[in-house]
């Protein structure tokens, strides 16, 4: 099981996005996506993976380059299969892969107009509303920017892992931490509580939290409602309101703020950009 530090991840996620308005992801080694920013794709990438025929086309592209990646633990830049490009940087250290950090989705500027015309041409307004805008408005960079990207992502890789924000595993007690908060999702859990639980004095709770977590004990809890809530708005056809409850809080108002400052969108767009089809 791979352990992130989310407070610190989200931070250069965050700035890696406002340098290079390229989304970034971070997946385990076995292709788990584990932390993203912003929340939602580019919206052409959206709109096609709807539809299930496509969706399947983009995760076998994925995982395609991925295995490429992991066999030679280097980086892979790649033009998918409808033209757009896409970067893979391992993350690894003497005991091999530990995930990846990927960045992509947009056009090299040398061949912007002559894809965009071939997309035209492959998908339909009447199959894809809204989808002729979404082509318009896939970014382009240049060669020497993409370059600029791919060696800014190897230094973080490099600095995250230095810096111990990705690591193979939970420490013993941080994994019974997560059950305890699994199993009490719709409570106000505080820090009182984790010390009852496992017999555990604050010093050395707050020891813990700043050796594993990144942030402070009440910050991770309400990191992994959070993570829990989003699964529930993937998986499941409950309000958000209802979500909110579940989760533990009982003032929708401040489960709002707090998602989409965690997430950088509200509750409903991220239903809508990650919705999985329930069977």
Same mark, same amino acid.
């Given at each position: 099981?791979?352990?992130?530090?989310?407070?610190?991840?989200?931070?250069?996620?965050?700035?890696?996005?406002?340098?290079?308005?390229?989304?970034?992801?971070?997946?385990?080694?076995?292709?788990?996506?584990? $932390?993203?920013?912003?929340?939602?794709?580019?919206?052409?990438? &959206?709109?096609?993976?709807?539809?299930?025929?496509?969706?399947?086309?983009?995760?076998?592209?994925?995982?395609?380059?991925?295995?490429?990646?992991?066999?030679?633990?280097?980086?892979?830049?790649?033009?998918?299969?409808?033209?757009?490009?896409?970067?893979?940087?391992?993350?690894?250290?003497?005991?091999?892969?530990?995930?990846?950090? $990927?960045?992509?989705?947009?056009?090299? #500027?040398?061949?912007?107009?002559?894809?965009?015309? @071939?997309?035209?041409?492959?998908?339909?307004?009447?199959?894809?509303?809204?989808?002729?805008?979404?082509?318009?408005?896939?970014?382009?960079?240049?060669?020497?920017?993409? @370059?600029?990207?791919?060696?800014?992502?190897?230094?973080?890789?490099?600095?995250?892992?230095?810096? =111990?924000?990705?690591?193979? =595993?939970?420490?013993?007690?941080?994994?019974?931490? @997560?059950?305890?908060?699994?199993?009490?999702?719709?409570?106000?859990?505080?820090?009182? #509580? %984790?010390?009852?639980?496992?017999?555990?004095?604050?010093?050395?709770?707050?020891?813990?939290?700043?050796?594993?977590?990144?942030?402070? %004990?009440?910050?991770?809890?309400?990191?992994?409602? %959070? =993570?829990?809530?989003?699964?529930?708005?993937?998986?499941? #056809?409950?309000?958000?309101?209802?979500?909110?409850?579940?989760?533990?809080?009982? &003032?929708?108002?401040?489960?709002?703020?707090?998602?989409?400052? $965690?997430?950088?969108?509200?509750?409903?767009?991220?239903?809508?950009?990650?919705?999985?089809?329930?069977?």
């Amino acid at each position: 099981m791979l352990h992130i530090n989310q407070a610190n991840l989200y931070k250069i996620f965050r700035d890696f996005y406002t340098l290079t308005n390229m989304r970034v992801v971070l997946f385990s080694k076995e292709q788990e996506q584990l $932390m993203e920013y912003p929340s939602t794709r580019h919206n052409f990438c &959206d709109l096609i993976c709807k539809n299930e025929m496509w969706a399947k086309r983009c995760e076998e592209c994925d995982r395609r380059n991925v295995e490429i990646c992991s066999r030679g633990e280097k980086t892979v830049r790649y033009s998918c299969h409808l033209g757009l490009w896409e970067c893979i940087v391992p993350i690894y250290d003497g005991n091999g892969i530990l995930g990846y950090v $990927m960045f992509g989705q947009v056009l090299s #500027d040398g061949e912007e107009t002559r894809i965009k015309e @071939d997309l035209n041409r492959r998908f339909s307004e009447e199959e894809f509303p809204g989808i002729s805008e979404a082509i318009g408005k896939i970014p382009a960079k240049s060669k020497a920017e993409l @370059d600029a990207c791919i060696t800014v992502l190897q230094s973080l890789a490099a600095y995250m892992l230095s810096n =111990q924000w990705v690591t193979p =595993q939970k420490s013993e007690f941080i994994r019974h931490m @997560d059950k305890f908060i699994e199993k009490n999702l719709e409570k106000a859990i505080g820090v009182e #509580d %984790i010390c009852a639980e496992f017999h555990i004095r604050r010093t050395r709770l707050y020891s813990v939290a700043k050796a594993y977590l990144g942030c402070s %004990i009440a910050e991770y809890i309400r990191r992994q409602k %959070i =993570q829990h809530a989003c699964r529930l708005l993937r998986e499941t #056809d409950a309000s958000v309101n209802h979500i909110a409850y579940q989760v533990g809080f009982c &003032d929708y108002g401040h489960f709002s703020r707090v998602f989409r400052e $965690m997430q950088g969108v509200t509750a409903t767009k991220y239903r809508k950009s990650h919705r999985t089809k329930l069977k």
